[in-house]
Structures are given as structure tokens and as C-alpha cells.
């Protein structure tokens, strides 16, 4: 089965970017590692992050390529081999892994970044 890596809903009323900080002293592999994933024989190539009704499933996908390796499938446009992983987990439990998120989403636009002019910042 192939599958393409990417974010949406099902109706994609809004589509965007996403950044993410690690914490300190924990990071999301340390919650993967803890949900029983062997992260010394894979690594995690991605992850998703879905919030339906409150319910959080996260899907990690792992390969045991090395980045190289994935770079030449990408660069021959070949299917990533991966194994996928996925689990609940509540929004509070989510977040002791993360110290700072951001996503921006635009109206029907599927863009990655954009430049803009901003004429005017106001405070509401």
C-alpha cells in the first residue's frame, strides 16, 4: 500500500505549515520510545498529528534507511519503504513533549510559504 505524507482533513477547509521546539530533557521520540517503538533499529521519518472531536492519534512513520538513502529514493521517485506506528494520546500528554508549536494555515491555498507586505499589525 503507498501513501502520500501529507496533512489533511477531510473536507481541507484550511491548509498549512507547522513548527515544532523540543523540550529540554524530553522530546517526541522519548513518547514514541515509551509507546514501545524500537527507535535503535528505525528512526521516525515523520509523524502525524490528528485531533478528532478530542481524541489525539498520533502516527509515527519510521524507516531504518539512512537519511541518504531516503534522499536517493526521493531524488529517483521511489515509495519510502516505512513501517507505520499509531496510538491515543490525551492533548496534556501530547504537549509535556513540545516547549514551543506553531502552524499557520491559509484559506484555500495550498502554498508552503509566502511573502507578504504587511500595511498594518492591530490588536483585537
Known sequence: MTKVISANTQY???RGMIA??????TDIEDLFREKGIDLDENHV???TFNLNRGVISLYANTTNLSYEDIL???EIGEN???KVYYF???LE???TYVKRLNFTVTDKYDIQEVEVNVIEEIAV
Open 80 to 82: 519510502i519503504p516505512i
Open 45 to 47: 521519518v515523520s509523524f
Open 72 to 74: 536517493e529514493y526521493a
Open 93 to 95: 500528554e501530547f504537549l
Open 12 to 14: 481541507n477547509d484550511y
Open 88 to 90: 491515543s494520546i490525551t
Open 20 to 25: 515544532i521546539d523540543k523540550t529540554v530533557n
